[in-house]
């Protein structure tokens, strides 16, 4: 996605293709990266929804679930 080889959608369907076991931090994973990627590319408002996403997907274990909340923090959500 990064590198605009992939979109959004196809991001987050392919961490709810992951297994059952595994898909709640694929996605804290999926919402997260994307969230940051359109952070950077300046759509702070579509961010915010993925930041969002991600805390409410993601096991507070998980590095982006902590990186999701920080982020919601800087931008003042």
């Not at 996605?27 to 952070?39: Q, S, T």
């Not at 929804?49 to 931008?75: D, S």
Request: glycine letters at 10%; one cysteine or more.
């Amino acid at each position: 996605m990064y590198l605009g080889e992939a979109s959004v959608d196809h991001v987050i369907e392919a961490a709810k293709r992951t297994s059952p076991r595994m898909q709640r931090e694929a996605l804290c994973e999926a919402y997260y990266y994307v969230g940051h990627g359109l952070a950077v590319r300046g759509q702070a408002d579509r961010a915010v929804g993925m930041f969002r996403a991600a805390v409410a997907a993601g096991p507070t274990h998980a590095v982006e679930h902590a990186g999701a909340r920080a982020a919601l923090t800087r931008l003042g959500r």
